[in-house]
């Protein structure tokens, strides 16, 4: 897939339904208040850019343990003014 972006969804909790999903060009995931895990996101290869920011709360942790169960992880990893707080094992 090229280019996948969530943004501004306040609906939004979690990623389930894109377990499938499995290579991605450029992530963005931007401005989701209650996303509180990227864990449901099949995703093994980002391949250029990664962008997730202004997910309030999104700890940091999810972005980190995305990125080290990757593949192929991307160039660029963006990530500014998510959550904070604790991931589960």
Same mark, same amino acid.
Do not use: K, Y
């Given at each position: 897939?090229?280019?996948?972006?969530?943004?501004?969804?306040?609906? !939004?909790?979690? !990623?389930?339904? *894109?377990?499938? !999903?499995?290579?991605?060009?450029?992530?963005?995931?931007?401005?989701? &208040?209650? *996303?509180?895990? *990227? &864990?449901? *996101?099949?995703?093994?290869?980002?391949?250029?850019?990664?962008?997730?920011?202004?997910?309030?709360? !999104?700890?940091?942790?999810?972005?980190?343990?995305?990125?080290?169960?990757?593949?192929?992880?991307?160039?660029?990893?963006?990530?500014?003014?998510?959550?904070?707080?604790?991931?589960?094992?």
């Amino acid at each position: 897939m090229g280019q996948f972006t969530i943004r501004d969804n306040d609906a !939004l909790v979690g !990623l389930t339904g *894109l377990e499938d !999903l499995t290579t991605i060009d450029h992530l963005n995931v931007e401005g989701n &208040r209650p *996303l509180a895990t *990227l &864990r449901d *996101l099949g995703a093994r290869s980002i391949n250029i850019t990664m962008d997730i920011r202004d997910n309030e709360s !999104l700890p940091s942790c999810e972005v980190e343990a995305l990125v080290e169960r990757l593949d192929w992880p991307p160039l660029m990893v963006f990530e500014e003014n998510n959550g904070t707080g604790a991931c589960p094992p």
